[in-house]
């Protein structure tokens, strides 16, 4: 009996450590945080030995200002998708903010903009304001906050929202920049995650100035996979283990241009890095 009460006190106790160790990080955005969290970051964490639980709010398309509205009305409007500490995905639809927020005592609550916005500084400020509000009274002040910095579109992107940034990519990109940068200021991130920069990074390299599926949501291998590097190494301080996982799809290469172009982007998070994985010329381009 002894042995038996012994057992279970340490099995108690295992479950306790592990619990407090996890990392829990909630996206509220759309199919670019979709992009960004839903694929390959869990792996790299567990490959890193770093337990996580992964959340992502999500609404196509879905700016600030109608994150705020759905906060502001309680409204069930999302697709709530968890990863959960074993790396098992369960997906609850017509979810509100509210729900999700109390689900799990997150962490760290990720902001950011719709893609044809993120430019656009005037959209960011008073939904940002207000969303930091909400969540802060649903928390009690509990979580943490990211910004998550997204990416340019594809030079050849159809998207509507390209022709805002007169349909050229580095447009979009410079404005992106400035508008996060201003964003640092506008409540007390915590943590930015600068995946645009990182993309923009490995579009320097033999991967070309692409990286999407249709223009503008990431490629489904290497772009999400950069995109994940990114958040490993904001979230847990250290480059992304791309020696240990890599998407069976992406080549060793591939994974370490992935690694290393998420890694100069934390380091220098607002401008274009060379990074030593471009060894290749871009007329070698993948052609996705």
């Known amino acids: 009996m002894l042995l038996l009460v012994m057992a ?79 790396g098992k995905k369960h997906t609850r ?42 969540i802060d009274s649903v928390s009690e002040g509990t979580v943490k906050y990211s910004w998550h910095q997204t990416w340019a579109y594809a030079p050849s992107s159809t998207h509507e929202g390209f022709a805002a940034y007169g349909k050229n990519q580095q447009t979009m990109y410079r404005a992106i920049m400035e508008a996060s940068r201003k964003a640092q200021a506008l409540i007390p991130f915590d943590l930015l995650i600068p995946s645009g920069t990182a993309i923009q990074n490995a579009r320097m390299t033999f991967l070309g100035d692409d990286l999407t599926r249709d223009g503008y949501h990431l490629d489904l291998h290497i772009g999400r996979f950069i995109a994940a590097c990114t958040w490993f190494e904001a979230l847990f301080g250290q480059q992304a283990p791309v020696d240990r996982y890599r998407p069976e799809q992406v080549t060793q290469q591939e994974a370490d241009v992935a690694g290393e172009a998420a ?24 052609h996705r």
């Open 93 to 134: 639809e017509q979810v509100s903010i509210r729900t999700a927020l109390r689900d799990e005592p997150w962490d760290y609550v990720s902001l950011q903009q719709a893609s044809p916005l993120s430019g656009r500084f005037d959209s960011y400020a008073q939904p940002i304001h207000a969303l930091h509000r909400y």
């Open 8 to 86: 279970v006190a340490c099995s108690v106790h295992a479950w306790a450590m592990n619990a407090a160790d996890t990392l829990r990080v909630l996206a509220i955005g759309n199919s670019f945080s979709e992009d960004a969290v839903e694929q390959y970051l869990y792996e790299l964490a567990a490959a890193a030995g770093k337990p996580v639980v992964i959340g992502n709010m999500y609404i196509g398309g879905a700016p600030l200002s109608l994150h705020w509205e759905n906060a502001q009305g309680d409204k069930d409007a999302y697709s709530y998708r968890k990863i959960d500490a074993n």
């Open 263 to 286: 890694h100069a982007a934390i380091l220098q998070p607002f401008a274009v890095s060379a990074i030593a994985a471009s060894t290749t010329s871009h007329s070698n381009a993948r």
